[in-house]
């Protein structure tokens, strides 16, 4: 197995920007493992450069960060990178998690039928709420870690070496009790349970459940 | 989403939509990042994000009601 694998972080908007400040704390902790990171940044988020770097290195995991669409994944400034029925080809023997609104609707389904170990991410859009006093500092932002933190634990748990059931459902009860804390505790927003729930609702994985990046 | 909303329903949503501190905003895929204030116009305007706000809230109301969420 190629111990080296890609993140896309476009940042060109709000969105992108939170999604990419929180992603670079996922290569950290996967450069405090024994695997490597191809860190496809800003402009490097592009589709010549992912499909070049992913046909030459043959990763075992791939994770997306952006936008996306029923039947597709986006890079920055919205450049398609991955689209059912042209080149999902490319996600065949991958494991791949993406942070990305909708693309487990129809992407997940038809690259697993292509060839993909496993697809998870989200079936409708990812919602998040963040405090914009923190755009500057994402990382800071408590806010926005209640929906992105639970988010990193499926990656975290992936790097590890945990299987997809397990990073899943480690995933999963962190919303859960993110959600459970917003509704029960004085100082927490209630406003913030729709969205979390919303986000638990559409959390979806198609393939294998018992791969790891380690088999 | 096809169903169509009253009134009374669209009143509890931005009511709902109210409730949300002004400090914060929500990312919402590909729609874009809104203000409260934002939400609740475009659920008044009946906007795409508006329609997508109703039906967060709906489903969301429903699944209270039916038992799936048990805060």
């Not at chain 1, 450069?49 to 986006?74: C, Q, R, W, Y």
């Not at chain 2, 409260?36 to 967060?56: A, C, P």
């Amino acid at each position: 197995m190629n111990t080296a694998f890609p993140i896309t972080l476009p940042n060109h908007d709000q969105t992108t920007h939170y999604l990419s400040a929180w992603g670079k704390q996922i290569i950290k902790m996967a450069n405090n493992s024994d695997l490597k990171v191809l860190d496809l940044q800003g402009e490097k988020a592009n589709r010549e450069e992912f499909e070049t770097k992913v046909k030459a290195l043959s990763p075992k995991l791939i994770m997306f960060n952006g936008h996306g669409d029923n039947s597709m994944i986006m890079g920055h400034k919205n450049e398609i990178l991955v689209k059912a029925g042209e080149n999902e080809e490319l996600l065949r023997s991958k494991i791949i998690y993406a942070l990305s609104c909708r693309s487990a609707k129809i992407l997940g389904p038809e690259s697993v039928k292509k060839g993909a170990l496993n697809y998870t991410g989200y079936e409708d859009d990812f919602i998040f709420m963040y405090e914009p006093n923190f755009f500057s500092r994402p990382n800071l932002d408590k806010t926005a870690e209640l929906f992105l933190a639970p988010s990193n634990i499926f990656m975290e748990s992936l790097i590890k070496g945990n299987n997809i059931e397990d990073s899943f459902e480690r995933s999963k009860r962190a919303i859960i009790k993110n959600f459970n804390k917003s509704v029960s505790t004085l100082e927490s927003d209630p406003t913030i349970a729709r969205f979390l729930w919303w986000n638990l609702r559409n959390f979806s994985s198609h393939g294998n459940m018992n791969v790891s990046i380690k088999d | 989403m096809s169903e169509q909303i009253s009134e009374e329903i669209k009143e509890l949503i931005i009511a709902r939509l109210d409730a949300i501190p002004s400090n914060k905003k929500i990312s919402i895929g590909g729609y874009g990042d809104f203000t409260k204030d934002q939400l609740i116009e475009g659920v008044k305007t009946g906007s795409e994000v508006g329609k997508k706000i109703i039906e967060i809230e709906l489903e969301f109301l429903r699944a209270m009601k039916q038992g799936v969420i048990n805060p």
